[in-house]
């Protein structure tokens, strides 16, 4: 990762960065703030020879040889049990070693050995019996085999264990600097690798580069498409934005008099059936004829998200219940609107049907431009049937969601049928480099609803609004 990417990553996962870097405050201020005060004392064992002469001389590398292991012999389990039993103790030997350090100082035949307790007082006097124990121990060890004879090597307190009543833990300046940069450290660490993790979708040149082709509009996240979901005004960032891939779209097949676009995306949730009907919006705004088709028969949103029926549409006209002529509605907004009609058992079969492809050319004929809201590519076939019938497809790629697998796929699977893609529609991308996406869309397959059976119809402002939310 070079620093733009870095920078890039930081800019994108600030949220993150700063709600990790604040529990990591959090969770520090709560560990020294619920830690048990601790004391200290400090008490030194002096280890000599009590011989003379050139028996001294010798003896002296005895001591130094032998003063670590005598240090080291200051933690034996043993000894602390002796401590605990003479202090009449309420631990295990186990938190007492935790507490007791034992150090040779440097240079000298001086074994040092601080301890830390609950209490001032009690520090001392673990210091004290401990220092207590290593005289005895060095007693033991170094009692001479002959009568009479004297030790080598003695021991002896030099003074009393020291007695302070400031604690030694927890070191609020230290400790706290140490979470400090702790937690900011995490909170870079893991915007950064959460980026380098994400397999997401997040900038033009990722789309080109995996379809192909261009990006034929970048669709600005506008937090108020949850209660107005059609962009009839004009000024907006996001009815410009539309009017942009409307021009687009005719630079696509610039010698077509006529079109007929499918509007897909990889996955659900990426918005596609917003941006067909603003789409047909934009398109008709600019004059021409457009009738809007929603394929989707798994999960019909246009006609409630455009407040007209959905009880009548492309299956009554396939099976000869209506004509199409009657099935299609009109809306204030200059566009002409086809929905699925009853929701069918087999949606695959029935738009691979000859009489689908049928009803396709002959709206081509009618309308300068055709809309054809279809599932998502990935998880049915319905979109990888419809696109052979039109002139060319979009792909929906939502900013920070949809995946580059999920992206490659999708493309495939329109290159495999032989499909033409014009390009993808980047949808909610942010203003700014930052995740700040507030509303989401649902999207659900099922195949067990009756064919025979019609959705009400819904014309609250309200409604359509939320579902608009959910596609």
Same mark, same amino acid.
């Given at each position: 990762?070079?620093?733009?990417?870095?920078?890039?990553?930081?800019?994108?996962?600030?949220?993150?960065?700063?709600?990790?870097?604040?529990?990591?405050?959090?969770?520090?201020?709560?560990?020294?703030?619920?830690?048990?005060?601790?004391?200290?004392?400090?008490?030194?064992?002096?280890?000599?020879?009590?011989?003379?002469?050139?028996?001294?001389?010798?003896?002296?590398?005895?001591?130094?040889?032998?003063?670590?292991?005598?240090?080291?012999?200051?933690?034996?389990?043993?000894?602390?049990?002796?401590?605990?039993?003479?202090?009449?103790?309420?631990?295990?030997?186990?938190?007492?070693?935790?507490?007791?350090?034992?150090?040779?100082?440097?240079?000298?035949?001086?074994?040092?050995?601080?301890?830390?307790?609950?209490?001032?007082?009690?520090?001392?006097?673990?210091?004290?019996?401990?220092?207590?124990?290593?005289?005895?121990?060095?007693?033991?060890?170094?009692?001479?085999?002959?009568?009479?004879?004297?030790?080598?090597?003695?021991?002896?307190?030099?003074?009393?264990?020291?007695?302070?009543?400031?604690?030694?833990?927890?070191?609020?300046?230290?400790?706290?600097?140490?979470?400090?940069?702790?937690?900011?450290?995490? $909170?870079?660490?893991?915007?950064?690798?959460?980026?380098?993790?994400?397999?997401?979708?997040?900038?033009?040149?990722?789309?080109?580069?995996?379809?192909?082709?261009?990006?034929?509009?970048?669709?600005?996240?506008?937090?108020?498409?949850?209660?107005?979901?059609?962009?009839?005004?004009?000024?907006?960032?996001?009815?410009?934005?539309?009017?942009?891939?409307?021009?687009?779209?005719?630079?696509a097949n610039v010698d077509a008099r006529r079109q007929a676009i499918l509007?897909?995306?990889?996955?659900?949730?990426?918005?596609?059936?917003?941006?067909?009907?603003?789409?047909?919006?934009?398109?008709?705004?600019?004059?021409?004829?457009?009738?809007?088709?929603?394929?989707?028969?798994?999960?019909?949103?246009?006609?409630?998200?455009?407040?007209?029926?959905?009880?009548?549409?492309?299956?009554?006209?396939?099976?000869?219940?209506?004509?199409?002529?009657?099935?299609?509605?009109?809306?204030?907004?200059?566009?002409?609107?086809?929905?699925?009609?009853?929701?069918?058992?087999?949606?695959?079969?029935?738009?691979?049907?000859?009489?689908?492809?049928?009803?396709?050319?002959?709206?081509?004929?009618?309308?300068?431009?055709?809309?054809?809201?279809?599932?998502?590519?990935?998880?049915?076939?319905?979109?990888?049937?419809?696109?052979?019938?039109?002139?060319?497809?979009?792909?929906?790629?939502?900013?920070?969601?949809?995946?580059?697998?999920?992206?490659?796929?999708?493309?495939?699977?329109?290159?495999?049928?032989?499909?033409?893609?014009?390009?993808?529609?980047?949808?909610?991308?942010?203003?700014?480099?930052?995740?700040?996406?507030?509303?989401?869309?649902?999207?659900?397959?099922?195949?067990?609803?009756?064919?025979?059976? $019609?959705?009400?119809?819904?014309?609250?402002?309200?409604?359509?609004?939320?579902?608009?939310?959910?596609?």
């Amino acid at each position: 990762m070079d620093l733009q990417q870095f920078v890039t990553a930081m800019r994108v996962r600030w949220k993150f960065s700063l709600v990790t870097f604040l529990l990591g405050i959090a969770a520090t201020a709560a560990i020294l703030l619920t830690a048990t005060p601790m004391y200290g004392s400090t008490v030194k064992v002096f280890i000599s020879t009590p011989t003379g002469g050139q028996a001294e001389y010798a003896a002296s590398f005895i001591v130094t040889s032998r003063v670590a292991s005598y240090a080291d012999l200051a933690t034996d389990p043993a000894l602390l049990q002796n401590v605990i039993d003479q202090l009449d103790l309420d631990s295990s030997i186990e938190e007492l070693e935790g507490n007791i350090t034992a150090a040779v100082v440097t240079g000298t035949q001086t074994i040092e050995i601080s301890v830390k307790a609950e209490s001032p007082e009690l520090a001392r006097d673990i210091a004290d019996a401990e220092a207590e124990e290593v005289v005895d121990l060095v007693t033991r060890i170094e009692e001479p085999t002959v009568t009479g004879q004297q030790p080598a090597i003695a021991a002896r307190v030099t003074a009393d264990a020291s007695f302070s009543e400031s604690t030694v833990s927890p070191n609020l300046v230290i400790n706290g600097g140490v979470g400090l940069l702790l937690s900011l450290f995490l $909170a870079i660490a893991g915007a950064v690798l959460r980026d380098l993790l994400d397999r997401t979708v997040k900038s033009r040149e990722e789309v080109e580069s995996i379809t192909g082709g261009g990006v034929l509009a970048s669709l600005p996240f506008d937090p108020q498409v949850k209660n107005e979901p059609l962009s009839t005004e004009f000024g907006t960032p996001l009815s410009e934005a539309f009017r942009v891939l409307r021009t687009n779209l005719q630079y696509a097949n610039v010698d077509a008099r006529r079109q007929a676009i499918l509007i897909s995306s990889a996955v659900p949730n990426e918005g596609k059936t917003l941006v067909s009907t603003n789409l047909a919006i934009a398109i008709a705004q600019s004059g021409r004829s457009v009738l809007l088709i929603d394929a989707d028969m798994r999960n019909p949103n246009v006609a409630e998200l455009l407040g007209l029926e959905n009880a009548v549409g492309v299956l009554t006209v396939l099976i000869g219940r209506t004509t199409l002529d009657n099935s299609i509605q009109s809306h204030p907004s200059g566009i002409d609107f086809l929905g699925t009609g009853p929701m069918p058992p087999n949606p695959s079969e029935v738009l691979d049907s000859r009489a689908m492809k049928d009803l396709i050319a002959s709206v081509k004929d009618k309308y300068d431009t055709v809309i054809i809201d279809a599932p998502p590519m990935l998880p049915v076939a319905d979109a990888s049937i419809l696109v052979t019938e039109v002139d060319g497809a979009l792909l929906l790629v939502r900013h920070g969601s949809t995946t580059r697998e999920q992206l490659r796929l999708a493309v495939s699977r329109v290159q495999g049928v032989g499909g033409h893609l014009f390009g993808a529609v980047l949808n909610r991308t942010p203003r700014r480099s930052a995740e700040s996406y507030g509303y989401g869309y649902g999207y659900g397959y099922g195949y067990g609803t009756n064919p025979g059976s $019609a959705p009400s119809k819904r014309t609250g402002g309200g409604v359509r609004g939320r579902r608009a939310a959910r596609d």
